[in-house]
T-cell receptor, first 112, second 115 residues
Framework: AQSVTQPDIHITVSEGASLELRCNYS??????LFWYVQSPGQGLQLLLK??????LVQGIKGFEAEFKRSQSSFNLRKPSVHWSDAAEYFC??????????FGTGTSLTVIP | AAGVIQSPRHLIKEKRETATLKCYPI?????VYWYQQGPGQDPQFLIS???????DKGSIPDRFSAQQFSDYHSELNMSSLELGDSALYFC??????????????FGNGTRLTVT
């Protein structure tokens, strides 16, 4: 069965520090992987996606993610976090039939 | 660029009442999804439509129904509302016709409060 695990429920980083949000997936075939960001009271905004090809994908707002098949991971990274990055981050896997499975989210707090 | 439009943004209903949520997908998108997000929870898939036909069904209660109309907008109808139905309801659209998992584009959601 398909599943997505985000091991970190909550992460706190200082502004300007680097960030890595973890995502592990379970899926039998080649996964389509996504990261979404949700600000309070807002919808989910797509940060980046991986379908195939280069395993390091660039997204909006300076985010990137690396697909590692051997580790079944798709971790999100940012070299220098800004206060406006404080939000909830969701990893998702797209399965056959256009089903999408979301992780439980990681809440990011940024300390000035 | 046009985004997914949901209405209303906020809705307050009493127990046992009915509610209708509307979703207008991005133009030319052929697939609409409905998600329910409880407080502090990840979005839970309810139902989806592809080219106006029901495509997949998730954890949608029997009290809820949905449809997609000829203009591709979708409505989620919720009857006999319960306190536990209080949540943020998201609509998302995608272009499935591309043949790959096209990303979901989410609306800003409808916050339903049942009192």
């Amino acid at each position: 069965a398909q599943s997505v695990t985000q091991p970190d429920i909550h992460i706190t980083v200082s502004e300007g520090a680097s960030l890595e949000l973890r995502c592990n997936y379970s899926y039998g075939a080649t996964p389509y992987l996504f990261w979404y960001v949700q600000s309070p009271g807002q919808g989910l905004q797509l940060l980046l996606k991986y379908f195939s090809g280069d395993t390091l994908v660039q997204g909006i707002k300076g985010f990137e993610a690396e697909f590692k098949r051997s580790q079944s991971s798709f971790n999100l990274r940012k070299p220098s976090v800004h206060w406006s990055d404080a939000a909830e981050y969701f990893c998702a896997v797209g399965a056959s039939g256009n089903q999408f499975y979301f992780g439980t989210g990681t809440s990011l707090t940024v300390i000035p | 660029a046009a985004g997914v439009i949901q209405s209303p943004r906020h809705l307050i209903k009493e127990k046992r009442e009915t509610a209708t949520l509307k979703c207008y997908p991005i133009p030319r998108h052929d697939t609409v999804y409905w998600y329910q997000q409880g407080p502090g929870q990840d979005p839970q898939f309810l139902i989806s439509f592809y080219e106006k036909m029901q495509s997949d069904k998730g954890s949608i209660p029997d009290r809820f129904s949905a449809q997609q109309f000829s203009d591709y907008h979708s409505e989620l109808n919720m009857s006999s509302l319960e306190l536990g139905d209080s949540a943020l309801y998201f609509c998302a659209s995608s272009l499935r016709g591309r043949g790959v998992n096209s990303p979901l584009h989410f609306g800003n959601g409808t916050r339903l409060t049942v009192t």
